[in-house]
C-alpha cells in the first residue's frame, strides 16, 4: 500500500519503512503514516505529522517537537472536532488497487498535509495557535488541552533556533494569559502549567528554560520580552 501512496502523492519520501513515510525539508521531518484501528483491523487510515529535526529524538517522550496535520473524513466533513479526524477506510483484498475513494483523498489531501509547514518559524506559531489552523482543506491539530505545553514548546524552539520573533509572540501569549485557570482544573494556572512543562523539557533537551519554571511560583516573574 505504500508504493501506491507515494505514486498517488506524487513526492518521493526519504525512506519508506512499513506503513511510514518519511520526508525531510530543510529542518523539518514529516511523517506519513498509514495506520490500523486498534479495534477493527480491517480499517485503516493515515496522518500526518511535522517535526523539528533538531529536537526530535530528545522532545520523543513528549510526543515530538511538532505538529500533526489532520484531514477530512470521507464524508467530507471539514469539522476538526473529532479524534483522530482523519479518514477511516475499509482496508482493501490482496494487492486490489486503493478505491477511488481512497486514493482521491491521498491525492487531494496528501500534498497540502506534507508542505503544510512552512519552516521552523511557522511551526512555532503554529504550536502557539488558540485553535486550529486550517490551509488549503486540512488543518493543524491544536487542541486547548495542551495549549501550555505548546507554548512551552514553541519557546523552546525559539531558543534552539534563536528566533527571536518567535520568543516575542511566545512571551506575549505567556504574561497575556498566565493567571487564567487550565480548563477543568480551576487551581491549576496556565502559567504554572507551562513551568512544570518546561522543567520536563529544560531535562530532556539540555536547553535553559529556568525563567519558565519559576512561573510555578506565587509571586511569579514573568520572561522578558526579547
Known sequence: ????????????????????????????????????????????GWMVYTDYIDLRDRMDGFGGMGIRIDHPAPSGNGDPSGIPAAACYLWPAGSAPLPSEIAGGVTHYGPPSLSFVRDSHDLGLLLLADTHIHRDGVWSFTPANNEPGRLAKAI???????????????VTKLRN???????????????????????????????DLSDLAKLKRKRPQYPEIP
Not at 500500500?1 to 530543510?26: I, W
Not at 523552546?156 to 511566545?170: K, S, T
Not at 480551576?186 to 523539557?201: E, G, H, I, K, N
Open 1 to 44: 500500500m505504500a508504493d501506491q501512496f507515494v505514486e498517488l502523492l506524487g513526492t518521493a519520501p526519504v525512506s519508506v519503512d512499513g506503513g511510514k513515510l518519511t520526508f525531510v525539508r530543510g529542518s523539518l521531518y514529516t511523517t506519513l503514516s498509514i495506520w490500523k484501528d486498534r479495534y477493527d483491523r480491517s480499517a485503516f
Open 177 to 207: 494569559r498566565g493567571e487564567e485557570p487550565v480548563p477543568r482544573r480551576p487551581y491549576y494556572l496556565f502559567r504554572q502549567a507551562v513551568a512544570d512543562w518546561s522543567r520536563q523539557y529544560a531535562k530532556a533537551t539540555g536547553i
Open 156 to 170: 523552546l524552539l525559539a531558543r534552539q533556533c534563536g528566533d527571536q520573533e518567535l520568543e516575542r509572540a511566545a
